[in-house]
């Protein structure tokens, strides 16, 4: 039987808030950060919310100081994020 993966095994990560300047759609957000070790989680009116490992966290805030994404805020958890940045509430799916 396989050892459970815990809580405190699994990879740590942040989650970054970020303005978007001239983007119209999602494809285009995803092919611009593709050279990038992120993964896009959320995007509506220009703001998007970034995954990134917490190994990578400080290259990648780095680089989004300048440039058409710009870090806004960062934090370990995502409903700080979406509050910061004002995110509408999606209903949870059950």
Not at 27 to 34: A, V
Not at 49 to 77: A, P
């Amino acid at each position: 039987m396989a050892k459970k993966l815990t809580k405190a095994l699994r990879g740590k990560r942040r989650w970054i808030g970020c303005t978007c300047t001239s983007f119209d759609s999602r494809n285009e957000l995803e092919d611009y950060l593709s050279n990038l070790p992120v993964k896009l989680y959320d995007f509506e009116d220009g703001k998007c919310i970034l995954v990134v490992g917490l190994e990578d966290y400080d290259s990648i805030k780095e680089s989004l100081s300048e440039g058409r994404v710009l870090s806004s805020t960062s934090s370990g958890k995502i409903r700080l994020v979406r509050e910061r940045m004002q995110f509408s509430r999606k209903p949870r799916k059950r």
